[in-house]
């Protein structure tokens, strides 16, 4: 918000330059000023756009990877879904997939790690959504969201967390959380075990796939 203030008393300052020029008869300093008061505005209605929006750039944290019975190659990213596994040597890694439409996602690029997700409520109504690291609420469905670092925690009206992405390391990934796909399909991922509707597993492996989980 600071960075609007700003722009916004930039502008101001540019527009009286531009008046007082004006009055002294200098039409390279009029332009001047003009200009700059209308580079400040547009500024300020950028910054006021992005603002819905906010950043899910998330750092590695230096929590050690779950203990698992899996071997993973050196190289690859471990993604936990509580006490379910699955790796990803190439990208983008789906974890979740619902009919043909990817769910939750991860990405590599050379910022590091990109996230794409999709979360509902009960009825159908998308509460989240992340694209590629920008993260959007629907107002009327969350309740509130906590960011550290190497974490990121929506809770909904009840306070009731919904979703929550820690980066543990530069190696591993973990997501628990308890919301709703598409038609309504309850999914809970908790430490020891993880529910997608009437299905319920824990310690599931997936290795190296495209697509660690795909519900029809």
């Not at 531009?18 to 300020?44: D, N």
């Not at 603002?51 to 471990?78: C, D, F, H, K, W």
């Amino acid at each position: 918000m600071w960075y609007i203030i700003l722009g916004a008393i930039a502008a101001i300052v540019f527009a009286i330059a531009g008046i007082v020029a004006s009055h002294s008869q200098r039409s390279l300093s009029i332009w001047i000023c003009f200009a700059g008061a209308a580079i400040s505005l547009f500024l300020i209605f950028k910054a006021w756009d992005d603002s819905g929006s906010e950043s899910t750039n998330l750092v590695p944290g230096s929590a050690p990877t779950p203990p698992t019975r899996y071997p993973i190659p050196e190289q690859a990213l471990a993604v936990f879904l509580g006490n379910s596994l699955s790796f990803a040597s190439s990208f983008p890694h789906v974890v979740i997939e619902q009919g043909d439409e990817p769910l939750i996602s991860i990405d590599r690029e050379k910022g590091g790690l990109v996230f794409s997700a999709k979360f509902f409520s009960e009825n159908g109504e998308i509460i989240a959504e992340i694209v590629k690291n920008r993260f959007f609420l629907n107002a009327s469905n969350y309740f509130r969201i906590e960011r550290r670092r190497n974490r990121l925690t929506v809770f909904d009206k009840q306070a009731r967390i919904t979703v929550d992405v820690t980066y543990l390391n530069k190696s591993a990934v973990l997501i628990l959380g308890d919301f709703y796909l598409r038609n309504g399909l309850h999914v809970i991922i908790t430490q020891d075990e993880q529910r997608f509707g009437n299905v319920t597993m824990s310690g599931f492996f997936a290795g190296e796939a495209n697509v660690a989980i795909k519900i029809r």
